[in-house]
């Protein structure tokens, strides 16, 4: 039984994947905003809800280490397997903003989740409200940041042809709708067969908590990449890393503080690695772009965190 329970979950991500990505693009269109901006803002927080949830909730129950865990998890799964994936499909390539700021943002969102675990010096690692508070209004001025400094789009009759208004919402809410519920059936049955095997929290957390939240975000970004919407890909995965830290983290700490458990420095330097290679990968091969070497090389490592972890 909890195996037809995983496949239907799976099969609403992947119909909400698609439903999503349609309206988001619509969405775009009609607002004559560049289909990146709509990523990182409205899909990734969309994306990013059952992260929320999960953290929040296991927030208030006092499980901090699956709180930071389920962020620490989803982020390396967004960076290195999803990109990964989508970099095998499909070469994603970079805008100058993308690397002047929105990559920058993500690396500066990963260092200031280590400082505010480990400073200061001696101190127990936890994120208090304090730290939670700055890290929602990191998360504010980003936004802010990014909104006012994107490129519109030049004029075209493509917004007069836009879906209507009404569609549009259609689209996003029962697209995310399919891939929240669907996530959450895939989750719970995935989480019962891992638990019968004796897995510890602190694993399921950043394996299969993470890997599941995160399932929205997979779906999504392959969809949108294989409807030739890589900008919408891409920032689907940076923007959704930046509010699991800022929004998602930021939130659940200002709720309740949170200390990190069993999670150590390893678990944290891999989610710095994580956004300083992505920052790399408009050096290397083609230039500006993730290319399918890279995406190699992202799923590699994934793989070899995995293993070290499960060691």
Not at 151 to 157: L, V
Not at 159 to 184: E, M, P, T, Y
Request: net charge positive; aromatic share 8%; hydrophobic share 55%.
């Amino acid at each position: 039984m909890d195996i037809l329970l995983l496949l239907v979950g799976l099969g609403l991500i992947l119909a909400g994947a698609n439903y999503l990505t349609d309206g988001a693009s619509a969405l775009a269109q009609r607002l004559r905003m560049p289909e990146f901006l709509i990523g990182l803002t409205v899909v990734a927080v969309g994306t990013s809800m059952p992260e929320l949830i999960v953290s929040l909730l296991s927030a208030i129950e006092g499980k901090s280490d699956m709180a930071i865990g389920n962020v620490l998890g989803s982020n390396l799964f967004n960076g290195f397997f999803i990109l990964g994936v989508c970099a095998l499909i499909r070469p994603i390539p970079y805008t100058r903003d993308n690397v002047r700021y929105d990559i920058p943002f993500g690396i500066l969102a990963s260092a200031l989740l280590i400082a505010a675990v480990l400073l200061p010096v001696g101190a127990p690692a936890t994120i208090g409200r304090f730290e939670g508070i700055l890290l929602l209004l990191c998360y504010a001025t980003i936004l802010r940041f990014t909104i006012r400094h994107a490129e519109r789009p030049a004029e075209s009759g493509t917004a007069q042809r836009s879906k209507a208004g009404w569609l549009i919402a259609v689209l996003l809410l029962g697209g995310l709708a399919g891939l929240i519920f669907g996530g959450d059936l895939f989750l719970d049955n995935a989480t019962k067969l891992a638990r019968r095997l004796g897995v510890s929290d602190a694993v399921i957390a950043i394996t299969l908590l993470a890997g599941g939240t995160s399932l929205p975000e997979l779906a999504s970004s392959v969809v949108s990449l294989i409807k030739g919407k890589s900008a919408l890909a891409l920032g689907n995965v940076i923007g959704s890393n930046i509010a699991n830290i800022f929004l998602i983290l930021g939130l659940s700490a200002t709720v309740h503080p949170l200390s990190t458990g069993t999670l150590t420095r390893i678990d944290f330097g891999a989610v710095l690695l994580c956004a300083v290679l992505l920052w790399f990968t408009n050096f290397t091969f083609r230039r500006k772009a993730i290319d399918r070497p890279e995406g190699v090389l992202f799923l590699a490592l994934y793989a070899g965190y995995l293993w070290l972890l499960l060691r």
